[in-house]
């Protein structure tokens, strides 16, 4: 008897054991956070989607679903240049989908205007695992079962891995340089998950050694200095810290760590070259009242005096990841890789961003705010926005 008490016992502990293993739907590990990775799906709502046309497109139990009305696209508010993708997708035997990437809204040409990731049947043209148009591979075609794709995508080199195994390795002599990512509804019910995306390309803005390419204002309060662990750190009263180069589209990340309690600092962006923190702010500050949908001074990620972070999602004491990027006057962030701003900003222009929508170009700074700053940063990165075809201007087409 009790050699089966423990047998069950030890069983049962397996069973807790093994379940701890498995990783939950729709959220990203820590190491997935401190790589870079974004969270563009995250379990609940659309956020950060919009619809091309009228289909049942609905979230429920982790999963966005769409099973019928018009041909259309699922695709998100915010377009991306060079990176690796994953999603998790379900599909009947008969459904005939996709995943679009670098797509435009309302693709017309597949080899032009997209790259259409198939989810198809056997004896579909183009079975899953191929791009549509482009190039066709023996896929797995849709069987109710759930299915991973990984995809690495750098200039017009492709490779798509489905299930653990590659699949497709495409070139594309022409390609285009960005666009939004893009699930279809086609015909058939389909089921998508766990889609996360890390941006690839950034350049690093701050060697871990001295402010190499960085300007410091001596008359301001705030000091500056680099610790003997190599990260920035910030102290004491009002400055600023700027880039010697301007940016206007781009994609930035950087870890941030708040030395103290619901202390307040900032990345400003497209600055006036020169002048007092003048440009856009993404606001680091940690706290919230009561509950975190309710952050304390526009919270962290949230545009300051513009929009509000939708959720505080990180905290004092702790490294964090902040990702910024700013296309056009569309602004997109995330913090730890959970997206907590989708703004675009409806001002006329202005080369003042304090009066109105600035896409000029502009230097970065990091904000010293108070006596109480006291922050350090680390792997700060920046990469820039590819025009979506070679010769013309970075806004999308």
């Known amino acids: 008897m009790k ?118 049947p056997p004896d579909n043209p183009f079975p899953t695992g191929s791009f549509v148009g482009r190039q066709k591979v023996e896929g797995a075609g849709a069987d109710d079962a759930w299915h991973t794709y990984e995809v690495r995508a750098e200039g017009g080199h492709w490779t798509v891995v489905l299930d653990g195994k590659e699949v497709l390795e495409y070139t594309d002599p022409a390609p285009s340089g960005r666009g939004y990512i893009g699930l279809q509804h086609n015909s058939g019910q389909v089921e998508f998950k766990n889609v996360k995306l890390k941006p690839l390309g950034l350049q690093s803005l701050f060697n871990g050694k001295d402010l190499t390419g960085w300007k410091t204002y001596p008359d301001m309060k705030s000091e500056f200095t680099v610790n003997e662990e190599g990260h920035l750190h910030v102290a004491n009263g009002l400055g600023q810290l700027e880039t010697e180069n301007s940016y206007d589209n781009f994609v930035f990340q950087m870890d941030c760590f708040s030395n103290g309690r619901n202390l307040n600092s900032g990345v400003f962006f497209r600055c006036i070259p020169g002048e007092q923190m003048n440009g856009y702010e993404c606001q680091i500050h940690n706290g919230f009242e009561g509950t975190r949908d309710k952050p304390l001074d526009t919270g962290t990620g949230g545009i300051f005096r513009r929009t509000t972070a939708r959720r505080v999602v990180t905290n004092d004491f702790e490294w964090f990841r902040l990702t910024i990027i700013a296309d056009g006057p569309h602004i997109s962030t995330w913090a730890n890789g959970y997206q907590v701003t989708d703004w675009s900003d409806t001002r006329k222009p202005n ?40 010769g013309k201007s970075a806004a999308f087409e």
């Open 3 to 120: 050699t089966m008490v423990s047998r069950v016992k030890i069983c049962l502990m397996c069973f807790i054991c093994a379940s701890h293993l498995v990783a939950a739907d729709n959220v990203l590990t820590p190491e997935e956070q401190a790589d870079g990775w974004l969270l563009l799906f995250d379990g609940e709502t659309t956020y950060g989607w919009r619809q091309s046309g009228n289909a049942d497109w609905k979230v429920g139990d982790g999963r966005i679903i769409v099973t019928e009305g018009e041909q259309c696209l699922l695709y998100t508010t915010t377009q991306f240049c060079d990176y690796e993708f994953k999603v998790d997708f379900r599909a009947t035997p008969t459904t005939n989908s996709g995943i679009f990437l670098r797509t435009s809204p309302k693709p017309q040409n597949v080899t032009r205007d997209c790259y259409e990731l198939n989810i198809a």
């Open 351 to 390: 080369a003042n961003p304090r009066r109105g929508l600035r896409v000029e170009p502009g230097t970065i700074m990091i904000q010293g705010h108070d006596p109480t700053t006291d922050l350090s940063f680390r792997n700060i990165v920046i990469g820039r926005m590819k025009p979506r075809w070679p």
